[in-house]
């Protein structure tokens, strides 16, 4: 399997997980298809990595693992919040910055 | 040079200690002896420094500090000259207004203690800024006192602010005298420009030398006449000075008989050596006065407010004294704005002593007040005979000297005109001693004479009026000690000028007799025979009501066409923008529904768009 074999495989990810984050209407659909669109840049700077033999992007996934560990503990619970507050999780009717 | 600085420091300090202790202020009575102390030091210092000037035996002195050094541009100077002229000028106006001051004593007795505070305050700081336009030595700083005086002026009219009249009557007075002003400012920077300095001393030495545009020159002075024309109340800016009579009556015999307005003649006395290159100038001022001399008389004539027919008679003397200056007989204008100043400050001190008595303006309602009144009568008879110009009273040389001046300046029709208005003011000053003093009919109300407060600053003026021909050899002196002494050739003027003086001021008061006194003829009738003409008098030649037609119509339609263009125009052209973003904002506001996948989708596109622009092309 090749480098560009992988970051082809990523950019497909990233559209999946783009097209979910635009057309799902539940909220912790559009989280679950960030975390597509995440890991798909981490496949691709890994794949990238490994093709050129750098140690430093393996880490640097890593760190990207963690972090989106943390981002995805922190909106988990927006929308547990909001599902409390709002009593709704549907990002269509959590419009209150319309102008 | 202490003594002007003395002169100027008396009042100055009265009015600064009035002014910045309200309870001196508010006490009255204290205040007003502490500025007469101010005036009486003044009067003393300038008197002690006039008499060598008088005597001829000393020389002009000038004293100037840096005020705002500039480089690249004439210095600004503040200073003060001392000469024949300014001196004699402070003394007169130190004396005039220390007599004044002590006559208010009397006469504001019945105001209540803090106006009469309000009112000496004003009066200390009238004279330190008079005294300060007199001493002037550059025209920067005669244009700062002359505002001041203006302002001294505009105070003490609207002094009885519970009064319309008298407000509007300030106002007017101050705005017409800065319509003036206003060519004054233009008049000093002109003269500025042309010769690089605002000094008198350095401006003769100028011109004389030939260094200053005869077209500039012209142009600076006509201004500066403008100022003047303001203050001494010259057609047609005269229509202030009959208002300015609802002041309290010594504010009428300081300001706007003695000082004040004779600032403006001061002024063309002292510019007089720059007048004659000025040769169309000087034709014109001489024009002007004449005109205002023989018109300000007329209006007099059919008067019966005792102070105005006062005021008309300052306007119609001011007047002789600018044709005297627009003859060339600067020296003759001076000696007269001297006579002047001791006789009309004594005739409306005299009618202030009447008003109190009558507590009425009205001359048809004061009558025999000379048998209750015997020393106010005896003093009004010396004015009256002193402004008819009756031997040998100091009104007869002076204005013997002007018509002399104005003869051998080559104006005939002038000198005619001239005679005739003295005959006039012969006949209107009669008329108001024959109606108040003597008369068919008692006056109203128990007439009672003044207090001594009131008769003593009479009498000395009074006795002025009677004996100030003699200053007459004094003025060739006093001009021989200013900064720029004429050559003066002593004028011989015809026999006949003060036989023709005499009889026109003897036969208007035989007339005055006739009319009023002995009642052979009926002046009522006369009026009526004479009815376009009387109507024309009454109304003052719709001067004012010109100045109002051309207030009212031209410069208030002007300023309604203007609120009109503002109001639609520039307004509007602000108003439809607001509602162009109103409108368009209304519009885009719908893009903005509050959907996050919404922008989303907005940034994606636009993310595509950056990398298609970036890339694929």
Same mark, same amino acid.
């Given at each position: 399997m090749t480098a560009g074999a992988l970051l082809l495989v990523a950019a497909a990810v990233f559209s999946i997980g783009l097209f979910g984050v635009l057309a799902r209407r539940h909220a912790i659909g559009v989280l679950v298809s960030i975390e597509l669109m995440f890991n798909a840049v981490n496949l691709a700077v890994a794949a990238i990595a490994w093709s050129r033999g750098l140690v430093a992007g393996v880490v640097l996934v890593l760190f990207g693992i963690a972090i989106t560990v943390a981002e995805i503990a922190i909106g988990l619970a927006l929308v547990l919040l909001a599902a409390r507050v709002r009593k709704t999780s549907v990002l269509d009717d959590l419009d209150t910055l319309r102008g | 040079m202490i003594p002007a600085l003395v002169t100027l420091c008396g009042p100055l300090a009265a009015f600064a200690l009035i002014g910045l202790l309200p309870p001196l202020r508010r006490a009255g009575r204290p205040a007003a002896l502490l500025s007469i102390a101010g005036i009486a030091v003044a009067a003393l210092a300038s008197g002690i420094?006039?008499?060598?000037?008088?005597?001829?035996?000393?020389?002009?002195?000038?004293?100037?500090?840096?005020?705002?050094?500039?480089?690249?541009?004439?210095?600004?100077?503040?200073?003060?000259?001392?000469?024949?002229?300014?001196?004699?000028?402070?003394?007169? @106006? %130190?004396?005039? /207004? +220390?007599?004044?001051?002590?006559?208010?004593?009397?006469?504001? #007795?019945?105001? =209540?203690? !803090?106006?009469?505070?309000?009112?000496?305050?004003?009066?200390?700081?009238?004279?330190?800024?008079?005294?300060?336009?007199?001493?002037?030595?550059?025209?920067?700083?005669?244009?700062?006192?002359?505002?001041?005086?203006?302002?001294?002026?505009?105070?003490?009219?609207?002094?009885?602010?519970?009064?319309?009249?008298?407000?509007?009557?300030?106002?007017?007075?101050?705005?017409?005298?800065?319509?003036?002003?206003?060519?004054?400012?233009?008049?000093?920077?002109?003269?500025?420009?042309?010769?690089?300095?605002?000094?008198?001393?350095?401006?003769?030495?100028?011109?004389?030398?030939?260094? @200053? %545009?005869?077209? /500039? +020159?012209?142009?600076?002075?006509?201004?500066?006449?403008?100022? #003047?024309?303001? =203050?001494? !109340?010259?057609?047609?800016?005269?229509?202030?000075?009959?208002?300015?009579?609802?002041?309290?009556?010594?504010?009428?015999?300081?300001?706007?008989?003695?000082?004040m307005v004779a600032a403006g003649v001061y002024l063309m006395v002292r510019v007089a050596p720059l007048l004659s290159h000025a040769p169309e100038l000087m034709s014109a001022i001489f024009a002007i006065g004449v005109l205002t001399a023989f018109l300000a008389a007329t209006m007099a004539l059919v008067e019966s407010d005792i102070k105005r027919v006062l005021a008309f008679s300052t306007v119609s003397q001011l007047g002789f004294m600018m044709a005297a200056v627009g003859s060339g007989g600067a020296g003759a204008a001076y000696f007269h704005l001297l006579t002047h100043a001791f006789f009309k400050a004594l005739l409306f001190l005299t009618a202030g002593s009447l008003i109190h008595a009558v507590g009425s303006n009205d001359l048809f309602k004061m009558g025999r007040l000379a048998r209750a009144m015997p020393v106010t009568a005896a003093c009004f008879a010396a004015g009256a005979l002193a402004l008819a110009g009756i031997v040998p009273t100091a009104g007869f040389f002076s204005k013997d000297e002007i018509l002399a001046s104005v003869l051998a300046g080559g104006h005939p029709l002038g000198f005619a005109l001239l005679v005739l208005t003295a005959g006039i003011t012969a006949f209107y000053i009669g008329r108001a001693f024959f109606l108040a003093m003597l008369g068919s009919h008692d006056a109203e109300g128990h007439a009672h004479e003044s207090p001594a407060a009131m008769t003593a600053p009479m009498a000395v003026l009074a006795v002025l009026a009677l004996v100030g021909g003699a200053l007459a050899p004094s003025i060739p002196r006093l001009f021989a000690g200013t900064i720029a002494p004429p050559a003066f050739e002593p004028e011989t003027a015809p026999v006949f000028v003060p036989i023709l003086g005499t009889l026109a001021a003897l036969s208007g008061l035989a007339l005055s007799w006739l009319a009023y006194q002995r009642r052979s003829f009926d002046p009522g009738a006369v009026r009526r025979a004479v009815g376009p003409v009387a109507t024309l008098l009454e109304r003052r030649y719709f001067v004012d009501d010109a100045f109002e037609l051309v207030y009212r119509r031209a410069y208030l339609g002007l300023s309604s066409v203007v609120g009109w263009f503002d109001r639609y125009v520039v307004d509007g052209l602000v108003n439809a923008a607001t509602w162009m973003t109103w409108l368009v904002a209304g519009r885009l506001r719908g893009m903005q529904n509050g959907r996050v996948q919404d922008a989303l989708y907005a940034v994606a596109a636009g993310l595509v768009l950056l990398a298609w622009l970036a890339l694929g092309r």
């Open positions: - | 420094q006039a008499v060598p000037y008088f005597r001829g035996v000393a020389a002009p002195a000038t004293y100037e500090f840096l005020w705002a050094p500039l480089t690249g541009a004439p210095s600004i100077r503040f200073g003060l000259l001392v000469d024949g002229l300014s001196a004699s000028m402070a003394a007169l @106006v %130190a004396l005039i /207004a +220390l007599l004044v001051q002590v006559y208010s004593l009397a006469y504001m #007795a019945s105001e =209540k203690p !803090a106006s009469l505070g309000r009112y000496y305050a004003y009066q200390a700081f009238f004279a330190f800024a008079m005294l300060g336009l007199v001493l002037s030595h550059n025209l920067l700083q005669t244009y700062v006192f002359w505002e001041m005086v203006g302002l001294g002026s505009y105070l003490l009219i609207g002094f009885f602010w519970e009064r319309p009249e008298a407000g509007r009557a300030a106002l007017k007075a101050f705005w017409t005298t800065r319509l003036g002003d206003v060519g004054f400012a233009l008049g000093i920077l002109v003269l500025w420009g042309a010769a690089g300095t605002f000094t008198f001393t350095e401006l003769f030495a100028k011109v004389g030398g030939g260094a @200053v %545009a005869g077209s /500039a +020159l012209s142009l600076g002075l006509a201004g500066i006449t403008l100022g #003047a024309m303001g =203050k001494s !109340a010259q057609f047609p800016f005269h229509v202030w000075l009959p208002d300015a009579m609802e002041g309290p009556t010594p504010v009428s015999a300081l300001i706007h008989a003695a000082t």
